[in-house]
């Protein structure tokens, strides 16, 4: 998405392009920034707030540096005051000086994910929001979903199928394909299986304006999950 935000405004004569992206949500009320291209999110106010990273299994804080649960706990504020609150991400956090702008307060040092977002298959656990990114930076894909299905959809004991629908030119799905199977087998050490459909296909899959690119249809799911 950078890349591809780099490029069209470079198209109409921008230099120098930066694109710095944010991290926050509701309860920071403000996000953290990047002040260089995936050089981590600096806290606006390093005062209100108090973060700790967790070790999602048992709560114990970890080392600086190791990817666990980001918790908050507000140190300024007035009215709803959170103590300790999970915010559901999973995320490193440092508070070494920035190598880019020298700053000093704590930063998000790596790309959040939802825990939400972390599914098993095949007994191997697999990281939603990584295969959003390695499908993302595919060129030639135009658009993409990722469904969890089953061998027999009708028995719920039948392995795990990880199938991505994806459009292409048709001429060039099969080098397309090749590479999504061999990215996808190199980040989740899972093959999934790659399907050609029309763009078309993807014409009522907005949801409340939100697309709607991974579902999980197992039939031992206790319920259908899009994210």
């Known amino acids: 998405m950078r890349e591809d935000l780099r490029r069209r405004v470079t198209d109409l004569g921008a230099r120098d392009v930066r694109v710095l992206n944010g991290y926050g949500f509701t309860e920071m009320h403000g996000p953290s920034m990047e002040c260089s291209e995936m050089g981590g999110f600096h806290l606006p106010k390093p005062a209100r707030y108090f973060f700790e990273i967790l070790d999602p299994k048992t709560l114990d804080p970890l080392p600086e540096g190791q990817a666990g649960l980001v918790v908050m706990t507000h140190l300024d504020r007035r009215g709803t005051c959170l103590l300790r609150y999970l915010v559901g991400d999973i995320c490193t956090l440092s508070s070494q000086p920035c190598p880019a702008c020298g700053g000093w307060e704590p930063r998000f040092s790596s ?60 001429d060039a799905f099969s080098s397309v394909s090749a590479k999504i199977r061999e990215a996808v087998r190199r980040n989740q050490e899972v093959t999934p299986e790659v399907e050609w459909v029309p763009l078309e296909h993807f014409a009522d899959r907005q949801i409340n304006y939100k697309f709607k690119r991974f579902k999980d249809e197992r039939v031992r799911s206790q319920q259908t999950v899009s994210a």
């Open 111 to 170: 790309i959040p994910y939802r825990i939400g977002n972390i599914v098993k298959v095949k007994g191997t656990l697999i990281n939603v929001s990584a295969l959003f990114d390695v499908l993302s930076g595919i060129q030639g894909i135009e658009e993409y979903e990722i469904i969890l299905t089953q061998t027999n959809p009708t028995d719920p004991f039948s392995e795990d199928v990880v199938l991505i629908k994806t459009t292409c030119p048709q």
